[in-house]
């Protein structure tokens, strides 16, 4: 059974760090990213990366301030996130499938999602 599983969101003030995790199971992926999804809003494409994570996409919101990365050992993606803003209030959800273009990602499986809130 696949499973993806999120942790590490969280509180945190404007200009703060938070590093989230993805720990997959059931399979290995060789493309997976993160979205997320603020109130009222659509759910968006934040970053992604491949199995030897060499390749990385990032939406224009997030460059320079997050990383995404993997240790494909414990089959665990992270998403490093610095210089956070009121703006990248969501849930946060680990993703996996294919890539279709630059920050742009066919999803075949989703974790349950993660909350990130940032005060100002």
């Known amino acids: 059974q696949v499973q993806l599983v999120e942790s590490g969101g969280g509180l945190v003030q404007a200009g703060g760090s938070l590093r989230l995790s993805c720990a997959a199971s059931?399979?290995?992926?060789?493309?997976m990213g993160w979205f997320r999804q603020a109130p009222g809003k659509e759910r968006e494409f934040a970053a992604a990366?491949?199995?030897?994570?060499?390749?990385?996409d990032y939406a224009d919101s997030v460059k320079g301030r997050f990383t995404i990365s993997r240790d494909n050992a414990k089959n665990t993606m992270y998403l490093q996130m610095n210089s956070l803003k009121p703006e990248d209030t969501g849930v946060y959800y680990c993703a996996a499938g294919a890539r279709l273009g630059p920050a742009t990602m066919q999803v075949d499986y989703w974790g349950q999602g993660t909350q990130v809130t940032v005060s100002s």
């Open positions: 990366i491949t199995w030897s994570g060499s390749n990385t």
């Open positions: 059931g399979r290995t992926f060789y493309y």
